[in-house]
């Protein structure tokens, strides 16, 4: 096999910092390198960052978005730039989410290299991979030896070239070797957000340096506490006595709050019990810087979010996307058109939810000009906004396909056949709470249910 430019260029540039800590050069391998572009094509399929699970070899990733006519030596520089936290002598780091690619670029038992690059788009994913692989207990002392005198000193200047580039952005790009902590916590904001139909949470470069000063900051301190006229949103995290937590276990924590959550209320009264989950859940915020800090058994995680979220009254129309997004999820099994939210409608909605609410009971609005849905959950506040789409739609089982229209059958299937009707076009949702009963009303223009229209407007799946 013949190795590419930039595959050859990867490999030089690990064996000059690899000399500096005695170590061996190493050499590519065919069979690692076709092992590790299948990762970057997977990645750049799905423009995500996350490590292969199960994996046999060590691995270092590397992403560049904005630009692709990035150079061999960023990625293996943005690795090496690590050793600026890294303590020698050390059994083993207790900041490895710091430290773990500049400690696997010059770990001395590896001796074969695979690269894969891939490109999508402006965006660029770099993967190598190591065997043997890297970092194992504690064996670094041995695998990571302090680096040899400067010759001329051209190990100072190049570090200082390096200095505070692990993150490195500009107008156009951002290029970054993210840690595999800042990948869990991503994927794990993003395994919840799906569930309140929010949109994945990229992760940001500058906003990940953001984070960790002010989680260096919060180590360096020994406190808990907010940064003060900050612009993004802030969640918290602390663990006191152990350090090997995952980037999973504080989005946990803060999801953990959903069962003090009550849906549909336009401000909680009790932000201090829910604030952390409707950050994680919040559908506005689309960027995800992660810092996590480690001092002693203490770890102080950090995240912060752009656009913030928790602002004012949007608490409402962050249920209002849930349900149109589950709205048109179904309708297109049915070959219907997606649904837009309309504010006009979505007052029309609210006004009948508020009523509902105040009055404690369900019944429809009388000379509706829309077509209507309505849903009441009694005994719990904290509903989401698939639970009243799926309510209505689990009538599909009752409905007969074809039918010219569903005749004294129509209170078994009137809300199914509204939400996959095709000649509807603009959706209105409403919602309101009163203790814990809670009240949704969606209106639908032009409305659905036209008799003798069924079988032109409900299609099967």
Same mark, same amino acid.
């Given at each position: 096999?013949?190795?590419?430019?930039?595959?050859?260029?990867?490999?030089?540039?690990?064996?000059?910092?690899?000399?500096?800590?005695?170590?061996?050069?190493?050499?590519?391998?065919?069979?690692?390198?076709?092992?590790?572009?299948?990762?970057?094509?997977?990645?750049?399929?799905?423009?995500?960052?996350?490590?292969?699970?199960?994996?046999?070899?060590?691995?270092?990733?590397?992403?560049?978005?904005?630009?692709?006519?990035?150079?061999?030596?960023?990625?293996?520089?943005?690795?090496?730039?690590?050793?600026?936290?890294?303590?020698?002598?050390?059994?083993?780091?207790?900041?490895?989410?710091?430290?773990?690619?500049?400690?696997?670029?010059?770990?001395?038992?590896?001796?074969?290299?695979?690269?894969?690059?891939?490109?999508?788009?402006?965006?660029?994913?770099?993967?190598?991979?190591?065997?043997?692989?890297?970092?194992?207990?504690? #064996?670094?002392?041995?695998?990571?030896?302090?680096?040899?005198?400067?010759?001329?000193?051209?190990?100072?200047?190049?570090?200082?070239?390096?200095?505070?580039?692990?993150?490195?952005?500009?107008?156009?790009?951002?290029?970054?070797?993210?840690?595999?902590?800042?990948?869990?916590?991503?994927?794990?904001?993003?395994?919840?957000?799906?569930?309140?139909?929010?949109?994945?949470?990229?992760?940001?470069?500058?906003?990940?340096?953001?984070?960790?000063?002010?989680?260096?900051?919060?180590?360096?301190?020994?406190?808990?506490?907010?940064?003060?006229?900050?612009?993004?949103?802030?969640?918290?995290?602390?663990?006191?006595?152990?350090?090997?937590?995952?980037?999973?276990?504080?989005?946990?924590?803060?999801?953990?709050?959903?069962?003090?959550?009550?849906?549909?209320?336009?401000?909680?009264?009790?932000?201090?019990?829910?604030?952390?989950?409707?950050?994680?859940?919040?559908?506005?915020?689309?960027?995800?810087?992660?810092?996590?800090?480690?001092?002693?058994?203490?770890?102080?995680?950090?995240?912060?979010?752009?656009?913030?979220?928790?602002?004012?009254?949007?608490?409402?129309?962050?249920?209002?996307?849930?349900?149109?997004?589950?709205?048109?999820?179904?309708?297109?099994?049915?070959?219907?058109?997606?649904?837009?939210?309309?504010?006009?409608?979505?007052?029309?909605?609210?006004?009948?939810?508020?009523?509902?609410?105040? #009055?404690?009971?369900?019944?429809?609005?009388?000379?509706?000009?829309?077509?209507?849905?309505?849903?009441?959950?009694?005994?719990?506040?904290?509903?989401?906004?698939?639970?009243?789409?799926?309510?209505?739609?689990?009538?599909?089982?009752?409905?007969?396909?074809?039918?010219?229209?569903?005749?004294?059958?129509?209170?078994?299937?009137?809300?199914?056949?509204?939400?996959?009707?095709?000649?509807?076009?603009?959706?209105?949702?409403?919602?309101?709470?009163?203790?814990?009963?809670?009240?949704?009303?969606?209106?639908?223009?032009?409305?659905?249910?036209?008799?003798?229209?069924?079988?032109?407007?409900?299609?099967?799946?």
């Amino acid at each position: 096999m013949s190795f590419t430019t930039f595959q050859t260029e990867v490999l030089e540039r690990h064996n000059v910092y690899r000399a500096r800590h005695s170590a061996q050069p190493l050499v590519l391998d065919a069979a690692i390198c076709q092992y590790a572009q299948q990762w970057a094509n997977y990645l750049a399929s799905r423009n995500v960052m996350q490590h292969r699970t199960n994996n046999k070899y060590g691995e270092n990733l590397y992403a560049c978005f904005g630009k692709t006519n990035i150079t061999a030596q960023e990625p293996v520089d943005s690795w090496y730039n690590e050793i600026s936290y890294y303590r020698f002598g050390a059994a083993q780091p207790s900041n490895f989410m710091q430290v773990g690619h500049f400690t696997q670029v010059v770990w001395k038992k590896s001796r074969r290299l695979g690269v894969g690059v891939a490109v999508q788009g402006r965006n660029v994913y770099v993967v190598c991979n190591y065997d043997p692989p890297g970092n194992f207990g504690n #064996e670094y002392p041995a695998n990571s030896r302090c680096k040899q005198s400067p010759v001329r000193g051209m190990y100072q200047s190049e570090a200082n070239n390096l200095n505070g580039n692990l993150f490195k952005a500009n107008s156009l790009a951002v290029c970054c070797s993210f840690t595999a902590f800042q990948i869990e916590a991503l994927n794990r904001h993003n395994l919840y957000r799906a569930k309140h139909s929010a949109q994945p949470l990229v992760l940001d470069a500058g906003l990940c340096k953001f984070a960790q000063q002010w989680a260096n900051f919060l180590v360096s301190r020994n406190v808990m506490r907010h940064r003060s006229n900050n612009k993004y949103g802030e969640n918290l995290y602390a663990s006191f006595g152990r350090t090997n937590i995952s980037g999973a276990v504080a989005v946990d924590a803060w999801y953990n709050e959903i069962k003090y959550y009550r849906f549909g209320a336009t401000k909680p009264s009790n932000f201090s019990q829910v604030g952390h989950f409707t950050q994680v859940v919040w559908k506005n915020s689309r960027r995800l810087g992660v810092g996590v800090a480690v001092q002693g058994t203490r770890v102080y995680v950090v995240c912060n979010y752009d656009p913030p979220g928790n602002f004012g009254n949007l608490y409402p129309a962050n249920f209002q996307l849930e349900v149109l997004n589950r709205h048109n999820e179904l309708r297109a099994q049915h070959s219907a058109e997606p649904l837009q939210l309309n504010k006009n409608l979505c007052e029309f909605a609210q006004q009948w939810a508020n009523k509902l609410a105040t #009055e404690n009971k369900l019944q429809h609005r009388s000379s509706n000009k829309y077509g209507e849905n309505l849903y009441a959950c009694f005994g719990r506040a904290n509903i989401e906004g698939k639970d009243a789409v799926d309510s209505w739609y689990s009538e599909v089982k009752n409905y007969t396909f074809g039918a010219a229209d569903p005749g004294s059958n129509f209170p078994n299937v009137g809300h199914f056949t509204q939400v996959v009707w095709k000649g509807s076009q603009q959706l209105g949702v409403g919602i309101a709470a009163k203790g814990t009963s809670v009240f949704v009303v969606c209106n639908y223009d032009p409305p659905g249910n036209v008799y003798g229209q069924y079988a032109q407007h409900v299609s099967s799946r």
